[in-house]
């Protein structure tokens, strides 16, 4: 594909045999691999489901709703895709099968389509290669799209197809197919076995595609006699056939990736010299070396509503491990219920934590839990992360406890509250759908001279993203600033609380965005270093008070 003179090439991720295998975690650790040749690297993810976006979608099912810089509404594998290749993607990045749909169909009313049958192939296909062309256009050397689903899933069909029809628009020498497999140990015969990806295969050619590396998925190393027969039977060079071990942690997956030359395989493909792009992996080798030397370990308690699927919570996760190997420490989390909080998840326990956070959430399940939860933190000086509902929360508390407010709440959960101090945003009133229509995306914020977040960001201009309808209600901002809660962080106009904290408190700290969102690997986020740095200072029996993430030694 021509884009102001230079050739833009398209790796295409499908996967067989089972959901889960982490295709979304190999198509990153194959963006890492090409960015560290030196490529400009973009990623996008085609999703067979009918919503038009996951912001509607129950996260305790589907898992995290991941938010761009532009306010999209996307898959969690967009999170990976940045943390991965450290780029910021946009809504582009995310198309569904219902935001397909929804196009066709708005175009078909407004009688684009001249009258003819408007049908699957080709508007439909054509919709969504359009969209890859799209991205396409912006100036990638590569751009690597994802598949969602099985091959062999009906509402994939299309979106195969479609990925089909593109080597011919865009020339053989442009495209290249990634599909991932699992081969399965059975104990009883001792074998590792084959057939599931031979169907897969068989099943993926049928819809005209033959792969051009096949990535085997399996909790042991395949051997070369394996490989040597799925090669055989599937028709890929033996060298393109890559084994992809259960890692110890997923930023392993890059190097083990490169071992078995993944990136080179692919590079051939798309007819581009691997001399002329050498690669560098050494900042990624040395994250990897962080995540093997950690040493003491921290507990962080995430209280939250949907904590049985953690995957709801996934960029928290993450961003929490950033932290930790950036001070060194091996972070464990604990996924606390909040509605078993405080009387099945009692004072004593949350008291053994290192650190707490409430993440973000909506609705009324768990809230009074996660009030608790807050308070605990508060009294008992553990350090604490509030995330967008887990600041709301924090002020709800703090107005109840400290403030003497016995009835505050958040409006999101009581109308009828006499201390409104969470109330919904002006522009949300009149309001009636649901998708699309949060403050979305980032959002400048400025921070208080000397405050404790201006402190950890190094900065008092910051930007972060953002998805709620609710905000602190500033009407109580001077009765809070008064009782040592301080609103450290606002919009520029001044009018929204962006940042709190009790600066007495060793870390106490909310922010109504979710800085989850921007933590790297390398680049952990100032608020979970700071939640971090703070934990381990508790735990380590020093002055809790001595908070300086500068003296953290980032340089990698
Ligand atoms: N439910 C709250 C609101 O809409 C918090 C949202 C969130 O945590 N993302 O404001």
């Given amino acids: 594909m021509e884009s102001a003179g230079k050739v833009t090439k398209f790796v295409f991720v499908t996967g067989g045999v089972s959901s889960s295998l982490g295709k979304g975690l190999t198509a990153s650790s194959l963006g890492r691999l090409l960015k560290s040749r030196g490529l400009k690297v973009t990623m996008c993810k085609l999703d067979p489901y009918l919503n038009v976006d996951p912001g509607t979608m129950n996260p305790g099912e589907h898992g995290e709703v991941?938010?761009?810089?532009?306010?999209?509404?996307?898959?969690?594998?967009?999170?990976?895709?940045?943390?991965?290749?450290?780029?910021?993607?946009s809504k582009m990045s995310n198309t569904t099968t219902g935001s397909i749909y929804s196009n066709v169909i708005a175009k078909e009313r407004r009688g684009d389509y001249l009258g003819k049958t408007v049908q699957v192939i080709p508007?439909?296909?054509?919709?969504?290669?359009?969209?890859?062309?799209?991205?396409?256009?912006?100036?990638?050397?590569?751009?690597?799209?994802?598949?969602?689903?099985?091959?062999?899933?009906?509402?994939i069909v299309p979106f195969i197809e479609s990925i089909r029809q593109y080597r011919r628009d865009a020339g053989r020498d442009n495209v290249c197919y990634v599909h991932l497999t699992l081969v399965p140990y059975l104990a009883p015969s001792g074998e590792q076995k084959t057939k599931p990806t031979q169907h897969s295969v068989t099943e993926l050619r049928s819809r005209g595609?033959?792969?051009?590396?096949?990535?085997?998925?399996?909790d042991q190393p395949?051997?070369?006699?394996?490989?040597?027969?799925?090669?055989?039977?599937?028709?890929?060079?033996?060298?393109?056939?890559?084994?992809?071990?259960?890692?110890?942690?997923?930023?392993?997956?890059?190097?083990?990736?490169l071992d078995e030359g993944l990136d080179a395989i692919v590079l051939r493909t798309l007819g581009i010299d691997v001399a002329d792009h050498p690669i560098d992996l050494s900042a990624w080798q040395e994250v990897v070396r962080r995540v093997n030397g950690t040493s003491t370990t921290l507990r962080v308690g995430v209280v939250g509503k949907y904590v049985t699927m953690p995957d709801a919570y996934l960029s928290v996760n993450e961003a929490i491990r950033h932290a930790g190997y950036a001070v060194g420490a091996k972070t464990t989390v604990e996924w606390l219920e909040a509605e078993r909080v405080p009387s099945e998840i009692d004072a004593d326990r949350l008291r053994r934590l290192d650190a707490i956070i409430v993440p973000g959430g909506f609705g009324e399940r768990g809230f009074e839990g996660m009030v608790a939860a807050a308070r605990i933190a508060r009294e008992n000086d553990i350090p604490y992360l509030g995330i967008c509902l887990g600041m709301q929360v924090m002020v709800v508390e703090f107005a109840r406890h400290q403030l003497g407010m016995t009835d505050a709440h958040s409006t999101e959960i009581s109308l009828t509250t006499s201390a409104p101090v969470i109330?919904?945003?002006?522009?949300?009133?009149d309001i009636a759908d649901l998708g699309g229509t949060m403050r979305l995306g980032a959002y400048p914020a400025m921070l208080d001279e000397g405050s404790v977040v201006a402190g950890l960001y190094g900065s008092t201009v910051v930007s972060e993203r953002h998805r709620h309808r609710y905000e602190f209600n500033s009407r109580y901002r001077a009765q809070f600033e008064e009782a040592g809660m301080r609103c450290s962080g606002t919009s520029p106009d001044g009018r929204l609380v962006e940042f709190v904290e009790v600066p007495e408190h060793s870390y106490f700290v909310g922010t109504q965005a979710h800085p989850e969102f921007k933590s790297r690997p390398d680049r952990p986020h100032p608020l979970f270093l700071g939640l971090i740095t703070a934990a381990l200072a508790r735990a380590e029996g020093r002055e809790p008070h001595i908070l300086n993430p500068a003296s953290v030694d980032l340089s990698l």
């Fill in 209 to 218: 595609i033959q792969p051009d590396a096949i990535v085997c998925r399996s």
């Fill in 222 to 257: 395949i051997s070369d006699g394996l490989k040597r027969k799925i090669s055989l039977l599937c028709d890929v060079p033996i060298e393109a056939v890559i084994s992809c071990v259960d890692a110890p942690s997923i930023y392993d997956i890059p190097i083990n990736l």
């Fill in 66 to 89: 991941f938010v761009t810089d532009d306010g999209g509404e996307t898959d969690l594998d967009l999170g990976h895709y940045e943390r991965f290749i450290d780029e910021s993607l």
């Fill in 123 to 155: 508007h439909i296909t054509d919709e969504i290669k359009e969209r890859i062309r799209r991205l396409g256009a912006l100036g990638a050397d590569v751009v690597i799209v994802e598949i969602g689903g099985t091959v062999g899933d009906i509402e």
């Fill in 423 to 429: 109330a919904l945003m002006a522009e949300q009133m």
